[in-house]
T-cell receptor, first 114, second 113 residues
Framework: EAGVAQSPRYKIIEKRQSVAFWCNPI?????LYWYQQILGQGPKLLIQFQNNGVVDDSQLPKDRFSAERLKGVDSTLKIQPAKLEDSAVYLCASSPAGRVHIQYFGAGTRLSVL | AQTVTQSQPEMSVQEAETVTLSCTYDTSESNYYLFWYKQPPSRQMILVIR??????QNATENRFSVNFQKAAKSFSLKISDSQLGDTAMYFC??????????FGKGTRLHILP
């Protein structure tokens, strides 16, 4: 079974530029998560989708971050404009329906904002 | 607020030795999940072991076992016969009733040859 796919692996941008990350969850997984992991810390949930609906986006900085999961499959996370403090690894994870305590993670995208 | 604390930022042990990573958490909930995740340099978070709070028996997965002390809100990970491939960041995590996972800051573990 293929795992959670993320791209790109690395991204370097200047502050105030825009950036987008893509995630393709494990086939059939209903729940998709985006986490932000700042260096030296554990991951922090940004947004959770159940199929194509948002379950929790309470920690998503909505003035600059947006995410969508069209058709309930793959997802895109966007930052515009980026700030220096957005430098982090952005992890995507997915869970089967009804089993949110089992999360499978992708390898993440490392973002550096200069 | 629910928190997860890992008091050991970094540890080193010799290959084949046993090592224990500490974790404490704070919650007022009675039923929840606890996890240990491994994050190697490849960055992918890998689930090592999972414990349901209502189960008194400590979870075990091959060389990995936990010591779950619910009253003390403690959840330590023991790695037996450590191997070079165990070198990684280890995160303790807690899932609350809203199905939200809260991670600790991690312990960097080095297995020395």
């Amino acid at each position: 079974e293929a795992g959670v796919a993320q791209s790109p692996r690395y991204k370097i941008i200047e502050k105030r530029q825009s950036v987008a990350f893509w995630c393709n969850p494990i086939s059939g997984h209903a729940t998709l998560y985006w986490y932000q992991q700042i260096l030296g810390q554990g991951p922090k949930l940004l947004i959770q989708f159940q199929n194509n609906g948002v379950v929790d986006d309470s920690q998503l900085p909505k003035d600059r971050f947006s995410a969508e999961r069209l058709k309930g499959v793959d997802s895109t996370l966007k930052i515009q404009p980026a700030k220096l403090e957005d430098s982090a690894v952005y992890l995507c994870a997915s869970s089967p329906a009804g089993r949110v305590h089992i999360q499978y993670f992708g390898a993440g995208t490392r973002l550096s904002v200069l | 607020a629910q928190t997860v604390t890992q008091s050991q930022p970094e540890m080193s042990v010799q290959e084949a030795e046993t090592v224990t990573l500490s974790c404490t958490y704070d919650t007022s909930e009675s039923n929840y999940y606890l996890f240990w995740y491994k994050q190697p340099p490849s960055r992918q978070m890998i689930l090592v072991i999972r414990q349901e709070a209502y189960k008194q028996q400590n979870a075990t997965e091959n060389r990995f076992s936990v010591n779950f002390q619910k009253a003390a809100k403690s959840f330590s990970l023991k790695i037996s016969d450590s191997q070079l491939g165990d070198t990684a960041m280890y995160f303790c995590a807690f899932m609350n009733r809203d199905d939200k996972i809260i991670f600790g800051k991690g312990t960097r573990l080095h297995i020395l040859p």
